[in-house]
């Protein structure tokens, strides 16, 4: 759900062990089978098939990186 003030959307990680990250950002870029993708607040819902990479997001202006 994105936040039309702080221009944020939430984005939760979980892995089977544990939650990797649970948080707003800016911006969420991963790999499908199509190509690369990226998400920004307020963008429509969508489900995509997503392929083994490096994803990355925005916290803050900084990029994170995880490993899909």
Do not use: C
Request: aromatic residues 8%; hydrophobic residues 45%; glycine residues 8%.
């Amino acid at each position: 759900m994105a936040n039309a003030e702080t221009k944020t959307t939430y984005l939760v990680i979980r892995t089977p062990e544990k939650s990797f990250y649970e948080g707003p950002v800016e911006e969420v870029q991963l790999e499908t089978p199509e190509g690369q993708i990226g998400i920004l607040p307020g963008h429509m819902a969508m489900a995509a098939a997503v392929v083994a990479g490096v994803m990355s997001f925005t916290v803050d202006g900084k990029k994170k990186y995880a490993f899909l």
